[in-house]
């Protein structure tokens, strides 16, 4: 079996020019560790108009993990957290058994958006536990040679972030300060994903571009990495999923009638759900599965 597995995103152009690019699922792989859904999106230049503008939507099943590069987002949700983000800050968002959240540009902003938002599925003793909402301004940050190394999720390097999760994970920025040669350790335990989202890295040896996921499968204690100043990438990984998961819109369960379920009370306003306020603008409604 290859120890190696390149995963290329197509590149989605969303209706205000925002390019994003989706890693995971994908037709290929469905998870590396319990992470579960990659998106890098941007540069885009926000400056004009309203800026991005995610409606009200909700979550079960999954933590969001938002990450930036470049510019800010609000973050508003059911439980009351009204939460600017800045790049180097991590808000970790628990759905639990059912949340609802917005994403906008704050009305004074930097001009560029730039970032990442994954999705980690929580294991099924863990999912109907009670939502939660948490920003950590700082997170543990070292200089690995000529990587600067934030770890966000899990622990790296001996730097241990204060984000909680639910099951055995590692998330990390790494951004070259230099050009540089060098290798990071790895828990031969974990799968792991490396995805540059600017500049030149080559991971492996393999020359990665933005929109690019490497996958190193389970039994290494090591990932060589080269890079060119100026690179920015983040490193996942966790230990094999073992559950089978589904996914449909902004759920993720296990059976189709349960995401059936949470579409048609979403739509119905369901109290569980909850309600975002503040948020200058209609709900999403969710489409119903095709099954
Ligand atoms: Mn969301």
Request: net charge negative; charged share 20%.
């Amino acid at each position: 079996m290859s120890t190696t597995q390149r995963l290329v995103g197509k590149p989605t152009i969303l209706g205000d020019g925002m390019t994003i690019t989706r890693t995971l699922p994908s037709a290929h792989r469905r998870t590396v560790g319990a992470w579960c859904f990659l998106d890098h999106f941007g540069p885009v230049d926000v400056s004009a108009g309203a800026g991005l503008r995610v409606g009200p939507h909700p979550h079960i099943g999954l933590q969001t993990v938002t990450w930036l590069l470049e510019g800010e987002i609000l973050h508003r949700d059911s439980l009351g957290s009204v939460q600017n983000i800045c790049p180097g800050q991590l808000n970790l968002m628990t759905s639990g058994k059912g949340i609802s959240h917005s994403e906008e540009s704050p009305a004074e902003r930097p001009a560029m958006l730039h970032g990442a938002q994954f999705w980690i599925a929580l294991p099924d003793a863990s999912r109907q536990c009670a939502p939660a909402f948490a920003h950590h301004e700082t997170l543990p940050v070292c200089q690995h040679q000529g990587l600067q190394v934030t770890v966000f999720i899990g622990e790296l390097l001996g730097l241990v972030s204060p984000a909680q999760v639910y099951s055995p994970l590692v998330g990390a920025e790494l951004r070259a300060s230099d050009d540089t040669q060098t290798a990071l350790p790895l828990r031969r335990d974990f799968e792991h994903g490396i995805q540059v989202l600017t500049g030149r890295l080559i991971a492996d040896g393999e020359a990665l571009e933005p929109g690019t996921l490497l996958v190193l499968e389970a039994g290494r204690d090591i990932v060589s990495v080269q890079a060119e100043a100026g690179a920015y990438a983040v490193l996942v990984g966790g230990e094999p999923f073992r559950e089978e998961i589904l996914m449909w819109w902004n759920f993720v369960g296990r059976r189709r009638p349960e995401l059936t379920e949470a579409c048609t009370d979403w739509n119905a306003q369901a109290g569980y759900f909850g309600a975002v306020r503040g948020y200058d603008g209609a709900r999403l409604s969710a489409p119903m599965p095709p099954w």
